[in-house]
């Protein structure tokens, strides 16, 4: 089984260079199977969910191939069955944008329920309501949606919740629908804007992205595109978080500051000390780490994602700090893994209450989730003596060679194991 092992202690000192966003890219993958033609995406992370989307690809079709150059390349001319297979499906959340996009080239589509992390029921109950919106009839057998309709039809949706994978499917589903879709109280992620502008290079008419209103016109065709997909805003929070918990001095290089104000504010309130700069932002912290207060919150509030990581910096802070989860229901299990490196933290509901203390201690620790891996990485750079961590499957869905970057910074981190993306 692959570990990483990470010896803490060191501050991390030099740049990273941000890769491009994960949650970005499985959305724009999803949609360029709305277009026949060959699609062309630069800044595209190798990480395990975009090859796994691949093979979902390969059997529909679609041929997915890596350029010299790093773009990737879709082709999704001809596509020969609209069946996607499940097991695969299952591996990732985001493959279950395909429906849509699907039935926008076949009259019948079937996606089993997605999978993705493990934080919460993550039902799909606005995805599908809003696809029958658009007129498509839905059923679900064996863990099965199988959809059907000749063409989507233009609607006025309105999610109960500012979901960003239902904004995305049906933003996918309406581009090519007739007549005109509203979707309101929809995300703004920065994911979503740039989804749109993907969409818009495709021929598509939206308007509204970034705010809680979209409108889209359908139109007849979409056309290939080359784009090129935003930086990763979560692994620029993720070396944020690692450098202030390590006392480090890092250049975060390729990150667009704007779409990390809520993760930068609060690193300040802890007593981390943020310059912006050209391309990014420096990160350095010399003195304590100051307990605060976090609550959760769609964008533009303090994204879900990195209330883990986060979680670790405060358990090394001066005092008593609260993060409540408004998103997911059950996003703490990775706090039993932090409480084997010595944090003291007590979940009640949705509010995990964070008393800090001097020290951490390496331990065998497992990554629960994505973001849960995050976080006991980011502990176990500033824990005393050895950290193993297990469970990397979740890691390598989300953060491209983590452990070399991390190296490049300074830190005694090593994998053991033969996976390679
Ligand atoms: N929800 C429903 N019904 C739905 C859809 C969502 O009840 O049909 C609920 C969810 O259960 C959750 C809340 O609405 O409680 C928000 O879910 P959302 O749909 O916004 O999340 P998602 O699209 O499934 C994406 C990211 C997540 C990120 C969330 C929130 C991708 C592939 N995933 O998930 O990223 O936490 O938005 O910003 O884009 C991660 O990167 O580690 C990760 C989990």
Do not use: W
Request: glycine share 10%.
């Amino acid at each position: 089984m692959d570990k990483i092992l990470i010896r803490g202690g060191l501050p991390l000192h030099g740049a990273v260079q941000i890769g491009g966003s994960k949650n970005d890219t499985v959305a724009i993958m999803a949609a360029a199977l709305l277009i026949p033609g060959k699609t062309v995406l630069h800044n595209v992370p190798r990480i395990k969910d975009v090859y796994t989307l691949s093979k979902i690809f390969c059997h529909l079709g679609a041929a997915t191939s890596f350029r010299e150059d790093g773009a990737l390349e879709i082709d999704a001319t001809n596509l020969t069955t609209s069946e996607t297979p499940h097991e695969l499906v299952r591996q990732m959340r985001a493959s279950f944008n395909m429906l849509g996009a699907l039935l926008n080239r076949f009259d019948t589509a079937s996606v089993a329920m997605p999978g993705g992390c493990d934080i919460g029921a993550r039902p799909v109950n606005f995805h599908i309501r809003g696809l029958e919106q658009l007129g498509c009839k839905l059923n679900l057998e064996h863990g099965i949606y199988t959809g059907h309709v000749s063409r989507f039809h233009g609607a006025d949706v309105t999610l109960e919740f500012p979901s960003a994978g239902a904004t995305q499917h049906l933003m996918i589903a309406a581009s090519r629908a007739t007549g005109t879709t509203v979707i309101e109280n929809c995300a703004a992620e920065p994911e979503i804007i740039d989804l749109a502008m993907f969409l818009i290079a495709c021929g598509a008419r939206i308007e509204g992205a970034g705010t809680s209103r979209i409108v889209i016109d359908g139109v007849d065709e979409l056309h290939p595109a080359e784009f090129t997909v935003i930086p990763d805003r979560l692994q620029a929070g993720t070396f944020a978080i690692a450098a202030a918990i390590t006392g480090g001095d890092i250049l975060i290089k390729n990150a667009v500051v704007d779409h990390l104000r809520p993760v930068i504010s609060k690193l300040e309130e802890a007593g981390v000390d943020v310059t912006h700069t050209p391309d990014g932002f420096r990160v350095r912290r010399t003195g304590k780490i100051l307990p605060v207060d976090i609550r959760t919150m769609p964008h533009p509030g303090f994204p879900t994602d990195m209330q883990q990581p986060f979680a670790s910096l405060l358990c090394l802070a001066d005092g008593v700090s609260m993060i409540t989860e408004t998103v997911y229901e059950s996003r703490f299990r990775y706090t039993t893994e932090l409480a084997r490196m010595g944090a003291d933290i007590r979940v009640e509901d949705r509010t995990a209450i964070i008393r800090g203390s001097e020290r951490l201690t390496g331990a065998p620790v497992t990554c629960t989730d994505l973001r849960g891996g995050a976080a006991v990485v980011v502990a176990g750079l500033a824990a005393e003596g050895e950290t193993e961590i297990d469970g990397l499957g979740h890691l390598d869905r989300g953060y491209e060679g983590i452990v070399t970057h991390l190296q490049n910074l300074g830190a005694d981190v090593t994998r053991t194991g033969t996976y390679q993306v």
